[in-house]
């Protein structure tokens, strides 16, 4: 059982940023590939961003591409998502979530991830 914990979050004013932070607490993570969803309310849980096991692929939603960084650090068992250029339209929790180590594909399907975090709240102010 992988357990994810997610922080960063907070209040930050459109154009602000804000680094997301991804904990896990297996080793098998490092061979994990990682996703951040977001859920605004009222909408349904949305990918933004998945990385491969050590980086080599990344994928970016649409709506983030150019926003957003994601990254790791397998010795920190960490992922990050630097989330630069806000909109209000950027509030909602934010997830991380592992699919299975043996996985190696980023998808975009919430149901292909096998572990989530608790989530992390960022609000973006007009």
């Known amino acids: 059982q992988v357990q994810l914990v997610e922080s960063g979050g907070g209040l930050v004013q459109a154009g602000g940023s804000l680094r997301l932070s991804c904990v896990a607490s297996?080793?098998?993570?490092?061979?994990?590939?990682v996703g951040w969803f977001r859920q605004g309310t009222g909408k349904e849980r949305e990918f933004v961003a998945g990385i491969s096991w050590f980086g080599g692929r990344i994928e970016y939603a649409d709506a983030v591409k150019g926003r957003f960084i994601i990254s790791r650090d397998n010795a920190k068992k960490t992922v990050y998502l630097q989330i630069g250029s806000l909109k209000p339209e950027d509030t909602a929790i934010y997830y991380c979530?592992?699919?299975?180590?043996?996985?190696?594909?980023?998808?975009?399907?919430?149901?292909?991830?096998?572990?989530w975090g608790q989530g992390t709240q960022v609000t973006v102010s007009s």
């Open positions: 979530a592992t699919r299975a180590s043996s996985i190696a594909i980023i998808s975009r399907r919430l149901e292909d991830y096998s572990y």
């Open positions: 297996e080793r098998t993570f490092s061979t994990s590939v």
